[in-house]
């Protein structure tokens, strides 16, 4: 019997309200993850590689593929009335749609191109989606509406967009993490991996050294322990690709830790809580993982501003509570 779409799996698995609204808005993105993934693989043809000659609200030179990215995500939930309005890592505003009374009550937030630097060596790329429910009124929605904690998104994940794109999602109270392979021939995303779980006691650990001159004492001694083998979780190999949902993709299914401590110059670190660390942190939990921000459970976290950063510790359950412990000896 062949493997179900993305779309029957939805039907089948999910509650009876997925049925309806929430089944359409991962549809949608599922959409937006093959018309963004044809637009790379074409880009070099199209000349879409390159920098746009713009600065997104982060202060980062923007990639032409970023801003076509960008707009792809906000194309596919013009038609959706149950989307009220939509967050990006790129834009420094909540994102309305002409039709301003719209009462839908979902927000979507997303980066919508992760790893940009490596666009022009045919490195992976990804992107990530997370889907909340308004906390209630009428009306569009206001910024109390997207600063909820992790623990309150109603659908969480990423699409990796590498030799194959892959679409991996999760919902709240799932066991077992889904992901689903493109197959260009028909333009169907299929189920591939079923129920994954991060593997525990092996992996590796994956953080750009480069930015050791600028981490902590305890953050250098734990960094220090994985490369030379000295965690009490056991030895991991040093992997690191630059594109965030590569890397993570890497230890959802391989285990291990990816980390992205905080910097002397960015004291909460560089990644976005709401549209990176948020989406993956709940993709990394119900695969039976962890994620703090080195402290603090992540999705717990309650912020305060529409792109506030944090500090990321990611991957499998003991590796995260050792590298919380490491953190916390003087």
């Not at 019997?1 to 991962?26: D, F, V």
């Not at 028909?186 to 050791?212: A, C, M, Q, W």
Request: glycine letters at 10%; aromatic letters at 8%.
């Amino acid at each position: 019997m062949p493997n179900p779409t993305l779309i029957e799996h939805i039907l089948k698995s999910q509650p009876h309200e997925a049925h309806g609204e929430l089944s359409r808005i991962l549809a949608r993105l599922s959409l937006a993850g093959r018309m963004i993934a044809q637009r790379i693989l074409n880009a070099g043809f199209l000349g879409e590689h390159g920098e746009a000659g713009s600065v997104n609200v982060q202060g980062e030179e923007q990639q032409k593929l970023d801003v076509l990215a960008n707009e792809i995500f906000k194309r596919v939930f013009e038609t959706l009335p149950s989307v009220n309005a939509l967050g990006s890592e790129e834009c420094e505003e909540i994102m309305y749609y002409p039709d301003s009374d719209r009462r839908g009550k979902y927000i979507v937030l997303f980066d919508p191109l992760d790893g940009s630097g490596n666009i022009d060596i045919n490195g992976s790329l990804g992107s990530i989606f997370s889907v909340h429910r308004r906390r209630g009124g009428e009306g569009r929605a206001e910024l109390g509406d997207f600063l909820q904690p992790g623990s309150r998104q109603v659908a969480a994940g990423y699409i990796l967009y590498g030799p194959a794109t892959v679409f991996v999602y999760t919902v709240p109270g799932q066991t077992g993490v889904n992901a689903f392979t493109l197959d260009r021939s028909v333009g169907e995303f299929f189920l591939t991996h079923r129920d994954i779980l991060i593997p525990e006691g092996k992996g590796s650990y994956s953080v750009n050294e480069s930015n050791e001159p600028k981490w902590t004492e305890e953050v250098r001694n734990l960094v220090a322990s994985f490369r030379r083998g000295e965690a009490t979780v056991g030895k991991r190999s040093a992997r690191y690709t630059g594109a965030l949902v590569a890397d993570f993709h890497r230890t959802l299914l391989k285990g291990g830790i990816f980390l992205y401590p905080p910097l002397k110059d960015r004291p909460r670190g560089k990644l976005r809580y709401l549209y990176e660390a948020s989406p993956l942190a709940m993709v990394a939990e119900n695969a039976g993982g962890a994620a703090s921000d080195g402290s603090l459970r992540l999705l717990d976290l309650e912020p305060r501003e529409l792109h506030e950063r944090c500090p990321l510790y990611i991957g499998s359950k003991a590796d995260v509570e050792y590298a919380v412990s490491k953190l916390r000896e003087t």
